[in-house]
């Protein structure tokens, strides 16, 4: 299976080279996916279709965001993770999402796009609205512990 999500990968960068992308251009979408599983508030693993009969399982880190890491550094920053990814599970729980300004993410291997469900129009503006998540500009991220942890 991973030399599979490796090929469709590929074959996605080259599609998009096909047509004159750059490595921070975006795919408009929106673009039909399954919910395989919540990894953490801020990153989900999808099954999306691609072409006719064609998908694709991948990461997606939803854009604009930055929710607590489930390994942080302190108590209140895991306990904060585990909030933040029950409740996007519980926007997520129609298993449909709908992935919108798709683009490939510094790290390789995921894509941040902005996700709606049948249950938010916006999960990373939910997930913000709940005090969730905060607003993440892709600079350095803050601390999520107090200032006597961590």
Request: contains cysteine; proline residues 3%; aromatic residues 4%.
């Amino acid at each position: 299976m991973p030399r599979v999500r490796i090929v469709l990968l590929s074959w996605l960068i080259v599609l998009g080279a096909s047509f004159g992308a750059e490595a921070r251009d975006v795919i408009a979408g929106p673009v039909a996916a399954e919910v395989v599983r919540v990894v953490d508030g801020d990153t989900l693993i999808v099954r999306a279709r691609i072409w006719i009969g064609q998908t694709v399982e991948v990461h997606v880190r939803l854009a604009g965001i930055d929710a607590p890491e489930i390994k942080g550094k302190c108590a209140e920053e895991r306990a904060s993770a585990e909030r933040a990814r029950a409740y996007l599970a519980a926007l997520t729980r129609s298993g449909r999402v709908r992935l919108t300004g798709i683009s490939s993410d510094k790290y390789g291997g995921r894509v941040i796009a902005h996700v709606a469900s049948d249950e938010a129009p916006d999960l990373g503006a939910a997930l913000s609205a709940r005090g969730l998540a905060r607003v993440y500009d892709g600079r350095k991220r803050g601390g999520w512990c107090g200032h006597n942890e961590g």
